[in-house]
């Protein structure tokens, strides 16, 4: 499929449709790569597509998607001879509540402070051997493993993250005719919805190219045109705990949950805690600590470490954009921060709604010329 952008697209489709039909998936992922390593540096993603094997246990797991700086990875059962499922942090939260509802809270239960948090899981299912990773998978049921092929346009892939309600899906290039190689297809990389979102933003936004002439109707709307201002945005106070908000995410199906203050009698945003976070609890000895923590203090100290780590640049401890603000401009600063939500907050800082790249696919789908 060719890489150049057809500018002169039907009287019915859309500008955004035209862009994802144009470029192959495995084109793109191929770029995302390139131009994350070119700015990354030291934190760039790795080279090579990673994949788990189905016997890592839990703490194993974690701590290779915290490694690599990946949010998820497909697990490889080699005895199957194929993938088995997706392994994300979502799973992991899942894992952590299935197996806090099933140690007892009676009868002198009081796990030691060194304890990981495998520990506690061979306490409550007595398992002596650990939990490999291929059962924890897809435990979130929010996950699940889709394939699409890597001569597949964009848009195959975007119809496919709506359809499933998946963030990412799995790029496979199948064997090219003339092959001899008696294997199935290839596994080559996660396209995600942020390079999706950063796609776009590099031929609609205010630092698009020249020689990409386009104009986006719908990315001119505001977010309250849109309809993303509508109050009750699931969120915790300052005083609840780490593993209020991992209950509060799970039972809602969401990745993200805000953090506010509410002295002055409206939700004022103070930061949020999101699935990722919870390799802080998984990563280290006694890590399984920090879910009773209070979350305004857990989330201040996991971004200050963020901070640190990412070689002294700021990272935007809560991202924030406003009713009026349009839907280019949030996705602009979304790519631009590397963020997947953005709190929408009005001119008193209260929380009246939430805009995510999840947000954003459907609307892709369903755009008019």
Known sequence: MSSNIDTKSSSTES??????STKTCGELIKKSLADRTQVA???APPERPVCLDSNLSVQEGCAALAAYRISSAP????????FVGMLDYRDLVAFVLEVLHKVPKQGGFEPDSEWEITDIVKRAVNDRQGVQIKYVSNLSQR?????????????????????????????????????DSAGGSRFIGILSQSSIASYLVSHLGKLASPKYPHTWDLGTKTLEELNFVKGNVVSITMQDTVLE?????????IS???IVDRADGYDRLCGNISMTDIKEVLGSRGGWRRLYDNAFRFFAQIRAAQGLENAGNDRAPSFVVHPTTT????????????THRAWIVDHVNRLVGVFSLSDLMPLLLSDKK
Request: proline share 5%; glycine share 6%; aromatic share 2%.
């Open 41 to 43: 540096g030291a934190n």
């Open 75 to 82: 697990v490889y059962d080699h005895k199957q001879g194929g």
């Open 15 to 20: 500008v955004t449709v035209a862009l994802l």
């Open 256 to 258: 993200s949950v805000a």
């Open 245 to 253: 908000a991992l209950f509060l995410m799970h039972q809602n199906e």
């Open 327 to 338: 839907l280019i401009n949030a996705m602009e600063k979304m790519t631009a921060t590397r």
């Open 143 to 179: 996950n699940q493993l889709v394939g699409v092929n890597a001569d597949a346009p964009i848009l195959s892939a975007v119809k496919e993250m709506v359809a499933n309600r998946v963030h990412r899906v799995v790029l496979l290039q199948p064997p090219s005719p003339d092959s």
